[in-house]
């Protein structure tokens, strides 16, 4: 009886020592799957290192950089406000050629229907050959009425051209005011940035 009791335990006993090694050979693997994964760890740290460098300025120094600065821009935003103020004025003399010549141009249209009207009336053959259906008192017309309505219409067209090129020209100057604007408080931002 003993000596079966002694068989079973030692048979039992060697099954435990068989798993131990199995449970030993699977951890001495994780352990150099481990190692190799992580042997390029301290390589990867120093590589991967940031160092941050912090350096002080005094503060005389930084004033002498900030006036330097200023006096680096404030011919450039001196030569850009004389190039806007230029333009400006170049566009302002133009508006106002533009208004003179319509002016100009609706004083001659005023001329043109008066003489027009008070010029005495034609015969009917040239009305006839103007093709001009209306006429005035007593049914004869001007010969050179459907010329003068052709010159007025053209006038008209001009004044109008000339009227559109005026806004879109006040328009331009608008704009090129605003952009100047911008352009100047971006680059005062940008001066007045620097610490």
Same mark, same amino acid.
């Given at each position: 009886?003993? +000596? +079966?009791? +002694?068989?079973?335990s030692s048979?039992?006993?060697s099954d435990?020592?068989a798993a ?9 693997s ?9 042997a $390029?760890f301290?390589r990867l740290?120093?590589?991967l290192? /940031?160092?941050?460098h912090? *350096?002080?300025?005094p503060q005389? +120094? ?5 006036? /330097?600065?200023?006096?680096?821009i404030a ?6 406000? $004389?190039?806007? $103020?230029?333009?400006a004025?170049?566009?302002?003399? !133009? ?6 010549r319509? *002016?100009? %141009? %609706? ?5 043109? =229907?008066?003489s ?6 034609? /015969?009917?053959t040239?009305k006839q050959?103007?093709?001009d ?5 007593g049914g004869?017309?001007?010969?050179l009425?459907g ?9 008209? %067209? ?5 009227r559109?090129?005026?806004? !879109?020209l *006040?328009?331009e100057?608008? %704009?090129?005011?605003r952009?100047l604007?911008?352009?100047? $408080?971006?680059? =005062? ?7």
């Amino acid at each position: 009886m003993s +000596t +079966t009791v +002694t068989t079973s335990s030692s048979a039992s006993y060697s099954d435990c020592v068989a798993a131990l090694r199995t449970s030993l050979s699977f951890l001495e693997s994780s352990v150099s799957t481990l190692g190799s994964g992580v042997a $390029d760890f301290p390589r990867l740290v120093s590589v991967l290192k /940031s160092v941050r460098h912090y *350096e002080l300025i005094p503060q005389p +120094t930084l004033a002498l950089a900030e006036a /330097s600065l200023r006096d680096e821009i404030a011919p450039a935003i001196a030569t850009l406000l $004389d190039r806007a $103020d230029a333009h400006a004025a170049r566009a302002e003399r !133009r508006v106002d050629a533009l208004k003179a010549r319509s *002016e100009l %141009q %609706q004083g001659r249209l005023h001329d043109t =229907t008066a003489s027009t009207a008070t010029s005495p009336p034609k /015969s009917k053959t040239a009305k006839q050959r103007l093709g001009d259906g209306g006429g005035g008192g007593g049914g004869k017309a001007n010969p050179l009425a459907g010329e003068a309505r052709l010159r007025a219409r053209a006038t008209r %067209q001009r004044r109008e051209a000339l009227r559109y090129g005026v806004e !879109r020209l *006040e328009l331009e100057v608008l %704009q090129k005011e605003r952009e100047l604007k911008k352009r100047l $408080d971006a680059t =005062t931002a940008t001066g007045g940035g620097v610490r």
